[in-house]
Nanobody, 119 residues
Framework: QVQLVESGGGLVQAGGSLRLSCAASGSIFRINSMAWFRQVPGKQRELVAHITSGGTTNYADSVRGRFTISRDNAKNAVYLQMSSLKPEDTAVYYC?????????????WGQGTQVTVSS
């Protein structure tokens, strides 16, 4: 079993910044890619940012230039630095990790953390 625990969400004014963290623990041999998704009620979960094990990153057009994804492989952690936040960034943010446990690779999700941006 694997657990992903997120932290760092909250309420912030438009233009402000927040940093989300997500740490993985459990039966981990290797973590491949890690990512952040977000979801608002009534809409599909969408990819916000993605980072490979080698550090290659990719971003949704809506956040490129404002958000930065990073990871600390020694800590099995992924981070999302969010700047110049907009009300439309309000959502529940989920981290995701593709984790190899010596037998197979599974996709794991965190419990989600609420980010609310007020105008």
């Amino acid at each position: 079993q694997v657990q992903l625990v997120e932290s760092g969400g909250g309420l912030v004014q438009a233009g402000g910044s927040l940093r989300l963290s997500c740490a993985a623990s459990g039966s981990i041999f290797r973590i491949n890619s890690m990512a952040w998704f977000r979801q608002v009620p009534g809409k599909q979960r969408e990819l916000v940012a993605h980072i490979t094990s080698g550090g290659t990153t990719n971003y949704a057009d809506s956040v490129r230039g404002r958000f930065t994804i990073s990871r600390d492989n020694a800590k099995n952690a992924v981070y999302l630095q969010m700047s110049s936040l907009k009300p439309e960034d309000t959502a529940v943010y989920y981290c995701n990790a593709q984790i190899f446990d010596r037998f197979k690779t599974n996709s794991w999700w965190g419990q989600g953390t609420q980010v609310t941006v007020s105008s």
